[in-house]
């Protein structure tokens, strides 16, 4: 049963076809109505142009004896008697000749056998007859006036025989539109259905092309959207695989020195052994515990996708972050200065934009000049924000510039340094969740880096600077 009412296309076409079908017989209808009554308002000044009028003067247009205006007027009579019979029309439909050489009745419809017709050449008139309305339209030719009169039409009739007419053909059209339909429908699916048989017939893991061509110019889009799909998802799945492979990496080199140097502390009986064992092993610790910050971060900027919007003194959120850095960057003798409003009021997501701030003064006192210096900017211009940060260390090698912000990449002349490489990364996640751009220009004095990253907030009023 549940097969038999299943929603399907064909049957959808079926169904359209027959909640068309009223739609189209009212509309004809209706079309057929508005004609005969243009048809009647054009034979009420125009009847002797119209096809009864040039019937009639074209069957009395050569007779002169009244017997044969007689047969003929008959012959008219019955005719309209005959047709009037076969649709079951209510009402009457009459003629009267009068030859006007005599001024006498020639012939005249039993309907009206007793009563004189009064019509004008040039307008239709109305006269009742026996209790009926009847329309009288009258045609002079030299010899004869052709008096043809009708009862008012019945609307409920007229209307019923129009339409059971058009609803039996309409009914026999019927099927010779829906099997066409039907067969065009179910053979204009038959390229899906090899599409879904091509995709059920894959394995788990290929990812490649579908190779699948159709010959319908509509399906054409959606087998190249098949295919960009499975080639992204192919590139995502390789880069996945390598940031897997580069994770277990860079995690393995600091667990093994946790290992070593725990052992170490374990049997060192040496008080500066154990001292320098120690400090190893925190060193180590640390950085296990930097590159999952890192790799955490960079997860939750891919996975997250409903945004955090809150309004934020981003200025003060910036003199906070940079407080928690001063620490690391006393260590290493490097002055931090900062250049921002005194207020700065925003609606955007936190988290990403302490991302960027974190990681990117993070590189500059990591691979900074010692005894340098790093500055913040935090500026706003129209309806965007601008943060930087310079540096005047010894910058980015010309060889790692195209490649400074992938997963893991430190760069040639840093490998030894104590970074995770996913710094610049996140950086970059976090500007794209924000709409916004990176780019790197040359740092302070012309050395080293500056990292400027815009993105669109929604702006307070602006404040005074600091």
């Not at 239709?124 to 008096?147: A, C, K, M, N, Y």
């Not at 019923?160 to 059209?173: E, I, K, R, T």
């Not at 928690?324 to 260590?331: C, D, G, N, T």
Request: charged share 20%; net charge positive.
């Amino acid at each position: 049963m549940k097969k038999l009412f299943r929603a399907t296309l064909v049957r959808r076409v079926i169904l359209a076809l027959l909640i068309s079908y009223p739609f189209v017989w009212v509309t004809l209808t209706a079309k057929m109505l508005f004609q005969l009554w243009q048809q009647q308002e054009y034979d009420r000044t125009n009847f002797a142009s119209s096809s009864v009028g040039l019937e009639l003067q074209d069957a009395l247009a050569r007779v002169e004896d009244p017997t044969e205006a007689r047969i003929v007027a008959a012959t008219i009579d019955r005719q309209n008697m005959g047709s009037r019979r076969r649709v079951n029309a209510p009402g009457w439909l009459v003629i009267q000749i009068w030859d006007r050489r005599e001024h006498r009745l020639v012939f005249s419809s039993a309907a009206v056998a007793d009563e004189v017709l009064h019509g004008n050449p040039t307008l239709r008139t109305r006269q009742v007859v026996h209790g009926h309305t009847l329309q009288i339209f009258e045609i002079d030719t030299p010899r004869w006036s052709v008096l043809w009169a009708r009862s008012l039409i019945d609307t409920p009739w007229l209307l019923g025989a129009l339409s059971g007419d058009l609803l039996l053909n309409m009914a026999v059209a019927f099927p010779c539109l829906l099997l066409p339909a039907w067969l065009a429908v179910s053979h204009g699916l038959r390229p899906l259905r090899r599409l879904s048989q091509a995709i059920a017939a894959r394995g788990p893991d290929d990812l490649s092309p579908l190779g699948v061509v159709p010959q319908y110019a509509e399906l054409k889009p959606l087998a190249a959207a098949l295919d960009d799909l499975l080639v992204r998802l192919r590139l995502k799945m390789e880069s996945e695989q390598v940031f897997v492979a580069n994770a277990a990496h860079e995690l393995r080199t600091p667990l093994a020195v946790i290992t070593a140097r725990a052992h170490v502390l374990s049997k060192a009986t040496d008080a500066q052994e154990r001292a320098d064992a120690q400090l190893r092993l925190e060193a180590a610790v640390g950085r296990a515990s930097h590159l999952v910050h890192q790799l955490l971060a960079l997860t939750r900027m891919e996975i997250s996708r409903d945004p955090e919007v809150v309004l934020v003194d981003l200025a003060e959120l910036v003199r906070q972050e940079i407080v928690e850095f001063v620490p690391a960057a006393l260590v290493r003798k490097i002055e931090i200065a900062l250049d921002t409003p005194d207020r700065l009021a925003v609606s955007l997501e936190v988290h990403p934009f302490r991302s960027i701030l974190q990681n990117l003064l993070d590189n500059a006192i990591r691979y900074g000049r010692e005894g340098g210096k790093v500055a913040v900017g935090l500026a706003s211009r129209g309806t965007s924000v601008t943060l930087s940060v310079s540096d005047d260390g010894p910058g980015i090698a010309n060889a790692d510039g195209p490649r400074v912000f992938e997963r893991f990449y430190r760069g040639v002349q840093r490998n030894d340094a104590a970074g995770t490489g996913l710094g610049l990364t996140i950086v970059t996640q976090a500007t794209a969740r924000l709409g916004g751009d990176v780019r790197v220009t040359k740092g302070l004095y012309g050395r080293g880096c500056c990292f400027t990253v815009a993105i669109a907030a929604a702006l307070r009023p602006t404040q005074q600077r600091e």
